[in-house]
């Protein structure tokens, strides 16, 4: 059973992983059954959520999604919850449930984008299946397989009198977004009152054609839509539109803030890739150097304009993101760790971070995290996921064990989780030198093992490069399962076939990429040639009057 985490996603106090063969690990404070342990007590490492009993007799099912909101979780295979449920965000019943339970209304409701409003009304429909889910403050989003969302719990909806003014309306079955009818809803994120989501301009999503809307309340400007008043019906934010020179890839939301990850949809030579926040900023939560709120999106400048993000997350009054070639930064509350002022750094140490700050790998050279796969923020910690998904750091506040550590103090840097593979990992290697103190070594075996350590960071340094030169080219993560089958069967890689097959098998949009990537490397190496042949020029001439000659 793999242990590889593949991935995250981070509550108010707690956090869950979701591994490679579809098991999920929780940790953290286990009030209200958050945890999904059956048990209200708190864990201090990573434990296995068990869901035996709750499936109909069909054993255990293998999940694909996890997501984590103040008090609630809901996992998806189908969808399952567990934890606080007071204003239904567990979508079934009344009752908080301290294990897993499925949620039966997606059975009995059909897809918007199929149906029409009366059919829906009379439940002629198909079980429903669902590809994503978001959780945050107390409502949960699930988008299905034919890009529908789905709302419930505590969640904006217009009001019953005037459906210009929104209100906060709990729900405890999944509700459509009919708003979206006809188009695809790509990314969704919610805050403690506010929603954003990525939608297909068109029908069908087709690559950077994704419009951003916003709605739920505003009072802090967190809907990007230049004022403070509150939205009952999603509005497009001007800045994310169809015409916008910027995709949207990633979204994410904060208590009362919103951070977006995009990349231009045209390039010449490099990707430039860039995060936007806005809505609440008097805790640095922004990243734009003041304390000041803003009311429409505005580019996080103290991030390195040649960094290509792909992990966005935002805390309750922090933010965070990741680098595909393993660089952290986050910004906000008592430098940018979500922490307390009463219960963190101290002296000149203390205060909210206005910029972004650099967390750092404390076991490699640089303090780049190795092949980096994703982060996600709680209330005040911070969980990234790297070493392909074999490793887990955390840092901030340690109160009930959320950091994974097996003991409750804060911690201001990244430290490693007590990951169950790193533990088995610890066992094996502590039973490995048991036996070899007790064989006794020899200067081969020595020589072997600090070769295996050589390799070792020779592949971690391929892996991360190979992954920046995957999204640099392609636009998204390099995934393992989608590598040529030819590497696996054959000694032989045949680059040019599997170029003809990539080609073959890409869209428009992505041959376009392709085609824009190669004419910027070769527009850069022309450029390069004409500067090194000025340069010699120079030098010649320069040369040649030193000596007295004309040249």
């Given at each position: 059973?793999?242990?590889?985490?593949?991935?995250?996603?981070?509550?108010?106090?707690?956090?869950?992983?979701?591994?490679?063969?579809?098991?999920?690990?929780?940790?953290?404070?286990?009030?209200?059954?958050?945890?999904?342990?059956?048990?209200?007590?708190?864990?201090?490492?990573?434990?296995?959520?068990?869901?035996?009993?709750?499936?109909?007799?069909?054993?255990?099912?293998?999940?694909?999604?996890?997501?984590?909101?103040?008090?609630?979780?809901?996992?998806?295979?189908?969808?399952?919850?567990?934890?606080?449920?007071?204003?239904?965000?567990?979508?079934?019943?009344?009752?908080?449930?301290?294990?897993?339970?499925?949620?039966?209304?997606?059975?009995?409701?059909?897809?918007?984008?199929?149906?029409?409003?009366?059919?829906?009304?009379?439940?002629?429909?198909?079980?429903?299946?669902?590809?994503?889910?978001?959780?945050?403050?107390?409502?949960?989003?699930?988008?299905?397989?034919?890009?529908?969302?789905?709302?419930?719990?505590?969640?904006?909806?217009?009001?019953?009198?005037?459906?210009?003014?929104?209100?906060?309306?709990?729900?405890?079955?999944?509700?459509?977004?009919?708003?979206?009818?006809?188009?695809?809803?790509?990314?969704?994120?919610?805050?403690?009152?506010?929603?954003?989501?990525?939608?297909?301009?068109?029908?069908?999503?087709?690559?950077?054609?994704?419009?951003?809307?916003?709605?739920?309340?505003?009072?802090?400007?967190?809907?990007?839509?230049?004022?403070?008043?509150?939205?009952?019906?999603?509005?497009?934010?001007?800045?994310?539109?169809?015409?916008?020179?910027?995709?949207?890839?990633?979204?994410?939301?904060?208590?009362?803030?919103?951070?977006?990850?995009?990349?231009?949809?045209?390039?010449?030579?490099?990707?430039?890739?860039?995060?936007?926040?806005?809505?609440?900023?008097?805790?640095?939560?922004?990243?734009?150097?003041?304390?000041?709120?803003?009311?429409?999106?505005?580019?996080?400048?103290?991030?390195?304009?040649?960094?290509?993000?792909?992990?966005?997350?935002?805390?309750?009054?922090?933010?965070?993101?990741?680098?595909?070639?393993?660089?952290?930064?986050?910004?906000?509350?008592?430098?940018?760790?979500?922490?307390?002022?009463?219960?963190?750094?101290?002296?000149?140490?203390?205060?909210?971070?206005?910029?972004?700050?650099?967390?750092?790998?404390?076991?490699?050279?640089?303090?780049?995290?190795?092949?980096?796969?994703?982060?996600?923020?709680?209330?005040?910690?911070?969980?990234?996921?790297?070493?392909?998904?074999?490793?887990?750091?955390?840092?901030?506040?340690?109160?009930?064990?959320?950091?994974?550590?097996?003991?409750?103090?804060?911690?201001?840097?990244?430290?490693?989780?007590?990951?169950?593979?790193?533990?088995?990992?610890?066992?094996?290697?502590?039973?490995?030198?048991?036996?070899?103190?007790?064989?006794?070594?020899?200067?081969?075996?020595?020589?072997?093992?600090?070769?295996?350590?050589?390799?070792?960071?020779?592949?971690?340094?391929?892996?991360?490069?190979?992954?920046?030169?995957?999204?640099?080219?392609?636009?998204?993560?390099?995934?393992?399962?989608?590598?040529?089958?030819?590497?696996?069967?054959?000694?032989?890689?045949?680059?040019?076939?599997?170029?003809?097959?990539?080609?073959?098998?890409?869209?428009?949009?992505?041959?376009?990429r392709l085609k824009m990537f190669y004419e910027g490397m070769l527009s850069a190496v022309k450029d390069r040639l004409m500067k090194r042949r000025i340069q010699e020029v120079v030098k010649e001439y320069i040369r040649s009057l030193s000596l007295g000659r004309q040249p």
């Open positions: 059973m793999t242990k590889k985490v593949v991935s995250i996603a981070a509550g108010e106090a707690h956090t869950l992983a979701l591994t490679g063969d579809g098991s999920v690990f929780s940790w953290g404070r286990g009030t209200f059954g958050r945890l999904g342990t059956g048990k209200e007590t708190d864990e201090l490492s990573p434990v296995r959520v068990s869901f035996r009993g709750g499936s109909g007799g069909r054993g255990e099912p293998k999940f694909v999604g996890v997501a984590a909101g103040a008090y609630h979780m809901a996992d998806d295979g189908s969808v399952w919850s567990w934890g606080y449920n007071i204003y239904g965000q567990l979508g079934h019943g009344e009752e908080n449930s301290s294990v897993p339970k499925i949620i039966e209304q997606f059975k009995e409701l059909g897809a918007p984008n199929s149906l029409s409003r009366d059919q829906n009304a009379n439940r002629q429909t198909t079980p429903l299946k669902v590809s994503s889910i978001k959780a945050g403050g107390m409502m949960s989003l699930a988008i299905d397989n034919l890009g529908a969302l789905w709302i419930w719990g505590n969640s904006p909806q217009p009001s019953s009198t005037e459906e210009e003014i929104f209100s906060l309306v709990s729900s405890s079955s999944p509700l459509p977004v009919w708003d979206f009818h006809g188009h695809t809803v790509v990314k969704v994120a919610c805050g403690n009152e506010h929603v954003v989501a990525a939608v297909s301009a068109g029908e069908n999503f087709s690559g950077t054609d994704l419009v951003c809307y916003a709605w739920g309340n505003n009072n802090h400007g967190q809907l990007g839509l230049g004022d403070k008043e509150g939205r009952a019906r999603p509005q497009a934010i001007s800045t994310f539109g169809e015409d916008s020179p910027w995709a949207i890839y990633e979204i994410s939301c904060g208590a009362f803030h919103t951070a977006i990850l995009t990349h231009k949809k045209s390039y010449d030579q490099e990707i430039e890739s860039r995060c936007w926040t806005f809505g609440l900023g008097e805790n640095g939560q922004l990243g734009h150097g003041t304390a000041m709120s803003t009311s429409l999106p505005e580019p996080v400048d103290g991030l390195p304009m040649e960094t290509i993000l792909i992990s966005l997350d935002c805390g309750l009054f922090h933010t965070s993101v990741l680098s595909a070639s393993g660089e952290v930064w986050s910004w906000g509350m008592e430098k940018g760790l979500g922490l307390c002022p009463d219960a963190s750094l101290a002296g000149d140490n203390a205060g909210d971070a206005l910029f972004p700050i650099r967390h750092r790998c404390s076991e490699t050279p640089g303090g780049l995290f190795p092949v980096p796969v994703q982060l996600a923020c709680g209330a005040a910690h911070t969980v990234l996921v790297a070493g392909d998904g074999e490793k887990l750091w955390a840092w901030g506040r340690g109160r009930s064990g959320v950091l994974g550590r097996g003991q409750t103090a804060d911690s201001f840097v990244p430290v490693p989780l007590m990951w169950p593979s790193l533990e088995a990992g610890l066992k094996r290697n502590y039973e490995s030198k048991a036996s070899f103190h007790r064989s006794g070594s020899s200067s081969s075996e020595t020589s072997a093992m600090e070769e295996l350590s050589v390799l070792r960071e020779k592949l971690t340094l391929m892996e991360r490069y190979a992954t920046v030169l995957h999204v640099s080219i392609f636009r998204k993560s390099l995934d393992q399962r989608n590598l040529p089958k030819s590497l696996y069967d054959s000694e032989v890689f045949d680059i040019k076939r599997e170029l003809e097959n990539v080609m073959e098998a890409a869209d428009t949009d992505e041959l376009a």
